[in-house]
T-cell receptor, first 113, second 115 residues
Framework: GNSVTQMEGPVTLSEEAFLTINCTYT??????LFWYVQYPGEGLQLLLK?????DKGSNKGFEATYRKETTSFHLEKGSVQVSDSAVYFC????????????FGKGTMLLVSP | SAVISQKPSRDICQRGTSLTIQCQVD?????MFWYRQQPGQSLTLIAT?????????ESGFVIDKFPISRPNLTFSTLTVSNMSPEDSSIYLC????????????FGPGTRLTVL
């Protein structure tokens, strides 16, 4: 079956630090990969996606590259802000028309001024 | 993308009662989903709600406890029946657009507390 493994949090950084949140996956087919962000008290927002190997998804300064050889989709940002404090979820969806999302456990990011 | 609204945003309920959560999507979608998220945890899929057919429930969730309606392509409801404190959680609905690569768009969630 499919699975997503994320690094455990919380990840605690100072403002302007470099961020990496690791994500690896197991899938039987050729999945699409996603990062979602959940701010306190809110639902999940799609942050970025990549649909095939070597694709780079990017949004709001965040980036992640679909690495098929290492089955990874690590989230990076060059300079985090306090407003980036949230929980980040890595997820995958198989390429079939009725597939569901498989989520990682989430990684909490705390950014201090 | 899709914009999704949920009602109510939060509620406090008594043990043994039922609550119906509404989910509205701003565009027509075939697939809608209901999730539960307990504090500090990831999302657990309750069921997939397709218009015109019975909802498909995941292991550990049953229709008698979580009946779902899907009367059209933009709306769904989830009822949490005969509630107990263990049902206290955030309930999220989502929709999968017809075009796309399997991504889902989520509502803001309903925060349920059962006393």
């Amino acid at each position: 079956g499919n699975s997503v493994t994320q690094m455990e949090g919380p990840v605690t950084l100072s403002e302007e630090a470099f961020l990496t949140i690791n994500c690896t996956y197991t899938a039987t087919g050729y999945p699409s990969l996603f990062w979602y962000v959940q701010y306190p008290g809110e639902g999940l927002q799609l942050l970025l996606k990549a649909t095939k190997a070597d694709d780079k998804g990017s949004n709001k300064g965040f980036e992640a590259t679909y690495r098929k050889e290492t089955t990874s989709f690590h989230l990076e940002k060059g300079s985090v802000q306090v407003s980036d404090s949230a929980v980040y979820f890595c997820a995958l969806s198989e390429d079939s028309g009725y597939s569901t999302l498989t989520f990682g456990k989430g990684t909490m990011l705390l950014v201090s001024p | 993308s899709a914009v999704i609204s949920q009602k109510p945003s939060r509620d406090i309920c008594q043990r043994g009662t039922s609550l119906t959560i509404q989910c509205q999507v701003d565009s027509q979608v075939t697939m809608m989903f209901w999730y539960r998220q307990q504090p500090g945890q990831s999302l657990t899929l309750i069921a997939t709600a397709n218009q015109g057919s019975e909802a498909t429930y995941e292991s550990g969730f049953v229709i008698d406890k979580f009946p779902i309606s899907r009367p059209n392509l933009t709306f769904s409801t989830l009822t949490v029946s005969n509630m107990s404190p263990e049902d206290s959680s955030i309930y999220l609905c989502s929709a999968r657009p017809e075009s796309g690569f399997g991504e889902q768009f989520f509502g803001p969630g309903t925060r349920l507390t059962v006393l």
